[in-house]
């Protein structure tokens, strides 16, 4: 699994100067299921490994079906994509090509926050969403990847989804990216709380 996660910090740099000292955004209670329990279009630990629990006939799909944020899932159309997000408010470029940036309610188009918010997104050659990135030291809109929300603890994520297969620092922001290859989600992980996911299939 590549450490795409990287790519947060340069873009949180390029839009906003980054603001590390975001304090006191870290989120009210949060309630979450089980690790145990069985929540359509989300992941779940298996023995080594993940499964991506929901309908039948849509699991035949894949993991890809799990692959989503709030409204947000892998494999949509960019036109599916803008009509939640709106237009991109920046582009940039990591390994992998173009990145498309989208401000989200915390952080105005153009306006500089101590907790900058972002949505990053990619398309492949048919203008689908191949790479789809949260971040920010705040919750967007209530919305999760498998049950975990920017600024959740990282107890809750294990909780959820166990240790990760591997943790290695992020020198852009001070970070520690989790990893869980071969599947394709990462969390940086900052100050005991998620600061941003990444959905990347390979």
Known sequence: ?????????????????????????????????????????????????????????????GERYCLR????????????????LGKPSAETRDQDGEVFVYATEDMPVGKATTAPQFIALSFDAEEKVSMLQSSGRRRQRDWSFSSIHL???DDLARNLLGEPFSK?????NGAELWAYGPWPFTFEVKDHRVVSIRLQPN
């Open 69 to 84: 944020y709030g409204p947000l899932r892998v494999g949509m159309t960019r036109a599916e994509a803008e009509a939640v």
């Open 168 to 172: 290695s620092p992020v020198a852009e």
């Open 1 to 61: 699994m590549r450490t795409a996660l990287r790519i947060g910090a340069s873009v949180f740099a390029a839009i906003v100067g980054l603001g590390n000292d975001a304090r006191g955004q870290e989120g009210g209670v949060v309630t979450a299921p089980g690790p145990n329990q069985v929540v359509s279009g989300e992941f779940r630990r298996t023995g080594a490994g993940f499964a991506c629990s929901g309908p039948k006939i849509i699991l035949e799909i």
């Open 151 to 153: 600024a959740d603890s």
